[in-house]
């Protein structure tokens, strides 16, 4: 499936470097104790701007639901349809989610509860995106 290479703006380049190292690194508030993705430049809980960290995760979590997309608008991506789009919620913190399509995982297979851990997968020279992977 083509994956979108991203492009890193001063508020992503600290996750995206991380990424890049093979870590998945959030912003942490140190006011409030939260992590947060995506990048933002305050804290979605508590409005702090001042004590916002880059902190790594372990990168583990679970899949808390999923849809598969038939229909998609995105010509890059016709060619793959059908195809999931599951919702991944943080072990280390549960208000913090991404979206994988599940590499490996056929469409309607997704199995919803289980655990998942975060890889890596190179999409142009020196650039890797984070996806999400179903642990055994």
């Not at 083509?2 to 001063?10: A, R």
């Not at 804290?43 to 790594?56: N, Q, R």
């Not at 890596?120 to 992977?133: G, K, M, S």
Request: net charge negative.
């Amino acid at each position: 499936m083509p994956k979108i290479i991203p492009v890193p703006d001063e508020l992503s380049k600290p996750f995206w470097d991380a990424v890049n190292e093979k870590r998945l690194s959030l912003q942490h508030c140190a006011v409030c104790d939260r992590l947060q993705y995506p990048p933002r430049p305050t804290c979605f809980e508590c409005g702090s701007a001042e004590k916002l960290e880059w902190k790594d995760v372990e990168g583990k979590g679970h899949i808390s639901t999923y849809i598969v997309i038939e229909d998609g608008r995105l010509n890059r991506r016709m060619p793959d349809q059908p195809y999931n789009l599951a919702l991944i919620t943080l072990d280390e913190d549960p208000s913090v989610n991404f979206y994988s399509n599940l590499p490996g995982v056929p469409p309607y297979e997704v199995p919803v509860g289980a655990a998942v851990q975060v890889v890596f997968e190179e999409v142009a020279p020196d650039q890797l995106i984070h996806e999400w992977q179903v642990v055994s």
